[in-house]
């Protein structure tokens, strides 16, 4: 127990001298190419070539794998501290825009698969596993969060009471407008569109176009399709 509290206090004084030393290196003076050396030290998979800006803040990088051509701009907070079970998957190709924060608790898996685009100021919370496909664009001020308060009892403080943590599964090629937000629980089908200010809580049908808050689905993009290849 003691050694591996020992080597966890080393690990992270490793991480802290490393992400200080490089992490605010200016674009113009090589920053990215000095970061792309330096984080393989400490990261526990990280493919080549990567692109981080200057100003990004990563934690628990010992469970943080990035995959080949993954850009991460400033301001963009990555933490999979918490847990020694915790991991964070940026898959191939992979571009988080700046202010994004992606956050596990504790036995969290956060997956964000090939060539997704994850907007500016979104936040992806555990402590539930997430999940986010292949091709899919999150558009800015996005929420997705894997947990929700139990709140039963009016004589305990909510904060007191615990959460829920069911997951949430984002399928591939989906499309979440400006200011979505995707609660515990839900998943949203393959080829989706959620609209801007949507509040998703729950199943969302793979190929639906949904809106509201509620979200509700208002059409099926396959009819649509199957109409136009008709025509």
Known sequence: MNHK???????????????????????????????????????AKMDSPIYIQNGVEFLGTGCIHIGKGVYIFKGVRIDAQGHQNNRIDLGNGVAIERNVNIGCLENTYIHIDEETFIGPDVCIAGPGDIKIGKNCMIAAHSGIYANNHNFADPMQLIKNQGVTRKGIVIEDDCWLGHGVTVLDGVTIGRGSVIGAGAVVNKDIPPFSVAVGMPARVIKSRIAKDLVTSAE
Do not use: H, V, W
């Open 5 to 43: 509290r020992y080597s966890s206090k080393l690990q992270r004084l490793q991480e802290l001298f490393l992400t200080t030393l490089l992490g605010d290196i200016p674009t113009i003076a090589f920053g990215p190419r000095l970061r792309n050396l330096g984080y393989r030290m400490i990261f």
